[in-house]
Each structure stands twice: as structure tokens, then as C-alpha cells.
Nanobody
Framework: VQLQASGGGLVQAGGSLRLSCVAS????????VGWFRQAPGKEREFVAS????????YYADPVKGRFTISRDNAKTSVYLQMNSLKPEDTALYYC???????????????WGQGTLVTVSS
């Protein structure tokens, strides 16, 4: 399955962005989908994940209450709505698909190319 992440951009602190992850080659409905991010000079970190049916979601503590992950299996898409953005959210955001609902990046088999989010203060 090929993943394409999009929706990144430049936004002021307090603003919002909606990231999209679109699959091709295979439906996303049978996969857990996660979002990860990597800021300059830092390691990749887990942001959020959603299970196959979309009823279970998980969030990293820094984004809880601000970010919402959702999926539309009919459109083979997963979204990350990001509100109340902070400068520390600046990073390259990746979507990934795998079999297990985990925050461990190595467990995901398929990765998109990343979309850049820049939050100015």
C-alpha cells in the first residue's frame, strides 16, 4: 500500500491545520493508521493512531485535547485535525499503516513521505 500525506503548511500559533493520509494500491480499512512527527534535530515521535474500525484512538500526551484523528475507510483516508497549534508542533508529519495499535514506529509497515507543518509564534 502506498501512502500520501498532505495538508501541511505554515500557520500562526493558535491556528489549525488538517492533515490527510490517502492510500493507493490497497484499502486502509484493514490497517491501524498512525501519525508520527519528526522535528529538526529530534527523533521521530508518535502523535496519534486509530484502529481498523475507527472506534479506538490513541494520542501522545502533548497533543491530547488539541488533535483529533479520524478515518474514512470508504475513501481510504485518515485525517489529523490539529487545533490550537503551538510552535513546538513544528515538524515533518508522517502517516503510517500497520497491523497493531501501537505507538512504536517500527511496528508500522508502510509509510508516507511526510508533510511539513510549521507553526510560527
Amino acid at each position: 500500500v502506498q501512502l500520501q500525506a498532505s495538508g501541511g503548511g505554515l500557520v500562526q500559533a493558535g491556528g489549525s491545520l488538517r492533515l490527510s493520509c490517502v492510500a493507493s494500491g490497497r484499502t486502509l480499512s484493514s490497517y491501524v493508521v498512525g501519525w508520527f512527527r519528526q522535528a529538526p534535530g529530534k527523533e521521530r515521535e508518535f502523535v496519534a493512531s486509530i484502529n481498523w474500525g475507527g472506534r479506538s484512538t490513541y494520542y501522545a500526551d502533548p497533543v491530547k485535547g488539541r488533535f483529533t484523528i479520524s478515518r474514512d475507510n470508504a475513501k481510504t483516508s485518515v485525517y489529523l485535525q490539529m487545533n490550537s497549534l503551538k510552535p513546538e508542533d513544528t515538524a515533518l508529519y508522517y502517516c503510517a499503516a500497520g497491523d497493531l495499535p501501537t505507538n512504536y514506529g517500527q511496528a508500522y509497515d508502510y509509510w508516507g513521505q511526510g508533510t511539513l507543518v510549521t507553526v510560527s509564534s
